[in-house]
């Protein structure tokens, strides 16, 4: 087997910690992005305010940015009339956030952004697994033309559509990481538990470079799943890219609740808890990012944290949380929200 390059790898390797990006789509809809319009679609009637979100990011300290992909595979582009246009919108993806990065004053990763299809494989649904590699390697296809350095799955649940993108990704001779939303009852809407993440696609081409979890429902949450991830496997490069603070509903509107010192200290406890590339998902904005680059850069690795000193610090789990967890001094105290 040909082991192939990975820039993040070097990256990490140079610097021990990363500091991933935040918010998409909550960024974008600050921006003007609609309720119902992809923000892919911005490839292309907006170019320049997706420049500008890569640019806020890396100014903020990113050493990771993720292209304006997330919802790129034909399944979703075709809700939008636009699954004709699959290589040309990744493509264009990643050739927006390659120009920031490329003239950034470091070293910049650009991770090509891979969703999930939205579509259930079988037996739950109709699509196939070959045909799930074939929607992720069209996808990664336009990503690769554009000069992404790795493929970034994330915010998956089923272990077959992980696979299925890990194998897309090796056929196009990409690294490749994947992160789970473990959002119901601390584990992913499919089933997949924290501390099993680490397996999924060991078999398939090199590996996963890194695993983790991204999204889910609150910092607290992400931070517990965190600490089951590092538990099973203390040596793997684990992701954690939680959302901001918690989120609640205002009317029709979804705030968060984190502040630019509670995403410090969620960073801080991150990489007290293992985790080696740190970002913000839903509700993170470049505020949040800078007091996280610099929790990032003066924290020095403390004690590991228990999930009761991560709910004093951070606030209340928002999920009713797995009960088969074989750490008993983590005792969980989640409740539902």
Known sequence: MTT?????????????????????????????LESGEAPEM??????????????????????????????????????HQADDRVHALNKRAAEIARAVAD????????????????DLLVPLGAMTYDSAVESFAEQIGGLKAGGIDVVWIETMSATDEIRAAAQAATDAGLPYVYTGSFDTAGKT?????????????????????????????GASDILS???DMTDADPEAVVI?????GIPEFRGAVIHYSGTPPLMADYARLAIDSGARIIGGCCGTSCDHLRAMREA???????????????VE???????????????????????RG
């Open 189 to 217: 809407m499919m089933g997949v538990h924290p501390r099993d993440i680490h397996s999924l696609a060991r078999d398939i081409g090199d590996g996963p470079f890194a695993v983790g979890a991204n999204c889910g429902v």
């Open 240 to 244: 954690v890219k939680g959302n901001c």
């Open 103 to 118: 003239k950034a004053p470091r070293k910049v990763i650009v991770a090509g952004s891979v969703g999930p299809t939205g």
């Open 4 to 32: 192939v390059s990975n820039p993040l790898a070097v990256l990490l390797a140079e610097k021990g910690i990363l500091l991933a990006d935040g918010a998409t789509g909550t960024n974008l809809f600050a921006m003007g």
């Open 42 to 79: 911005w490839l292309e009637t907006a170019p320049e305010k997706i420049s500008k979100l890569h640019q806020d990011f890396v100014d903020a300290g990113s050493d990771i940015i993720l292209t304006n992909s997330f919802g790129g595979t034909r399944n979703r582009l075709k809700l």
């Open 313 to 335: 610090r951070i606030g209340p789990m928002r999920n009713t949380v797995a009960t088969d967890n074989p750490a008993p001094t983590r005792e969980r105290r989640g409740r």
């Open 296 to 310: 990032v850069d003066s924290h020095i690795k403390s004690q590991r944290p228990s999930v009761a000193e991560i």
């Open 225 to 227: 799943s965190l600490l």
